[in-house]
C-alpha cells in the first residue's frame, strides 16, 4: 500500500484548557511542495466511510504511527478544505507537548496520511489533481509542506486569547460583530 503524507496549513482558531484546537488539514486548490493539488470533495467518500464506522482518522504526532496523541472529534469538508477540531490527551507525554508547542506557536502545521484512489494531471499547472483519497491520518507536525502554515490565535487555560497575524485571515467580521455587542452592552449599562 502507497500511503502519502500531505503537509497543508493549520490555522488554530482556538485552544482550549481542554485540548481542544481546530484547523484545516487540507485547503482545497493549494498547490503543495509535492505539487500535488486536492479537489474539493476528494475527501467525500473516505469520510463517509469513517462516518460509517462511526469513527475518525488517527491524530497522529508527527506521522508516527506509535505515537497517537489525541482524537479528531470532527473531520469534515466545507468550502475551503478539510476542516478539522481535535482534542489532545493532555495527560500523555506527546499530547501535553503538543498542547504546549501549539500556545508557543512553535507547533503550526496539520498533515494528512492518505493513499491516492483516482487523480488527473493538470499539464498547464503541471500538478497531479487528487479527485479522491483515502484518509488514514492527520498529523500535527512542525515542517507543513505549505510553508504559509501559521497560527492565527490560540486561547489558553482561562480563557485569555494570543492573536497572531496568519496570511488571509478573515476572521475581522467574527470580531467586529462581538465588538458591537461588548458596545451594545456598554450602552446599556450606562443608560441605567
Avoid at 481546530?22 to 486548490?29: D, E, I, L, T
Avoid at 503538543?98 to 499547472?125: H, M, N, P, W
Wanted: hydrophobic share 40%.
Amino acid at each position: 500500500m502507497d500511503i502519502k503524507h500531505m503537509s497543508c496549513a493549520l490555522r488554530v482558531k482556538t485552544l482550549g484548557g481542554d485540548g481542544i484546537f481546530m484547523g484545516y488539514a487540507s485547503v482545497f486548490g493549494e498547490l503543495d511542495q509535492q505539487n500535488e493539488i486536492v479537489q474539493a470533495g476528494a475527501f467525500a467518500r473516505s469520510l463517509s466511510k469513517w462516518r460509517r464506522q462511526n469513527r475518525t482518522p488517527a491524530l497522529l504526532w508527527m506521522h508516527d504511527p506509535t505515537q497517537p496523541i489525541g482524537i479528531w472529534q470532527t473531520v469534515r469538508e466545507d468550502a475551503s478544505g478539510l476542516l478539522v477540531e481535535g482534542r489532545l490527551a493532555l495527560r500523555t507525554q506527546k499530547g501535553g507537548e503538543a498542547y504546549e508547542l501549539l500556545k508557543l506557536g512553535a507547533l503550526t502545521g496539520l498533515s494528512i496520511g492518505y493513499r491516492v484512489v483516482a487523480s488527473q494531471i493538470d499539464a498547464k499547472r503541471k500538478a497531479r489533481i487528487l479527485t479522491d483519497v483515502d484518509l488514514f491520518e492527520i498529523s500535527l507536525v512542525t515542517f507543513p509542506a505549505n510553508e504559509a502554515a501559521r497560527v492565527s490565535e490560540v486561547k489558553k487555560r482561562g480563557g485569555e486569547g494570543k492573536k497572531r497575524e496568519a496570511e488571509g485571515n478573515s476572521d475581522s467580521s467574527t470580531l467586529h460583530q462581538a465588538a458591537e455587542r461588548l458596545r451594545q452592552a456598554a450602552r446599556a449599562l450606562t443608560s441605567n
